[in-house]
T-cell receptor, first 114, second 112 residues
Framework: GAVVSQHPSRVICKSGTSVKIECRSL??????MFWYRQFPKQSLMLMATSNEGSKATYEQGVEKDKFLINHASLTLSTLTVTSAHPEDSSFYIC??????????FGPGTRLLVL | TQLLEQSPQFLSIQEGENLTVYCNSSSVFSSLQWYRQEPGEGPVLLVT?????EVKKLKRLTFQFGDARKDSSLHITAAQPGDTGLYLCAGGYSGNTGKLIFGQGTTLQVKP
């Protein structure tokens, strides 16, 4: 149980284009989903908290107009990186929780912006 | 600011050795999670501890939650090359929208 998927696992795009990443909880309903960014050999950096049917809450320093989050259902959240630039290249990971504080993580999406 | 200090940040040991990773905070957590992450993959949950003084074992891994719920440790006995990875501790606060506070991570390398 508690499986979270992400799609795509890898994406390469040109600078200035937008990229959408999907996060799905496969076998449970997620009351909350979280989006993280991770740099090599570093810990996770929380970008935003997403609740179904409401606006995402962004962490300080994260541009909400650049990183658009939509939480359309209890099993799906999407992160769209708009007008991507090379500095947006990173490993993006989502997580989901139902009850309690334990989060279950997706496998991550490697984004490379050329 | 809620902080979770994790140490050591890097550890390189020989197969068969024992090791302990620590997570410390001045804040009280309602729960503490430990995750293991391999390169290019998402973190995988190892254990959740919620009770002060709680000890959980997962094969050669022993997790302990401090009595005051401010700290935790992960002890690995007879480490194996398959234990290599990034270990992350994360503290949760009840009523905090479910956000977790992550430690800096411990990169463990076990050499054969």
């Amino acid at each position: 149980g508690a499986v979270v998927s992400q799609h795509p696992s890898r994406v390469i795009c040109k600078s200035g284009t937008s990229v959408k990443i999907e996060c799905r909880s496969l076998d449970f309903q997620a009351t909350t989903m979280f989006w993280y960014r991770q740099f090599p050999k570093q810990s996770l950096m929380l970008m935003a908290t997403s609740n179904e049917g409401s606006k995402a809450t962004y962490e300080q320093g994260v541009e909400k107009d650049k990183f658009l989050i939509n939480h359309a259902s209890l099993t799906l959240s999407t992160l769209t990186v708009t007008s991507a630039h090379p500095e947006d290249s990173s490993f993006y990971i989502c997580s989901a929780r139902s009850r309690g504080e334990t989060q279950y993580f997706g496998p991550g999406t490697r984004l490379l912006v050329l | 600011t809620q902080l979770l200090e994790q140490s050591p940040q890097f550890l390189s040991i020989q197969e068969g050795e024992n090791l302990t990773v620590y997570c410390n905070s001045s804040s009280v957590f309602s729960s503490l999670q430990w995750y293991r992450q391999e390169p290019g993959e998402g973190p995988v949950l190892l254990v959740t501890v919620v009770t002060g003084g709680e000890v959980k074992k997962l094969k050669r891994l022993t997790f302990q939650f401090g009595d005051a719920r401010k700290d935790s440790s992960l002890h690995i006995t007879a480490a194996q090359p398959g234990d290599t990875g990034l270990y992350l501790c994360a503290g949760g606060y009840s009523g905090n929208t479910g956000k977790l506070i992550f430690g800096q991570g411990t990169t463990l390398q076990v050499k054969p």
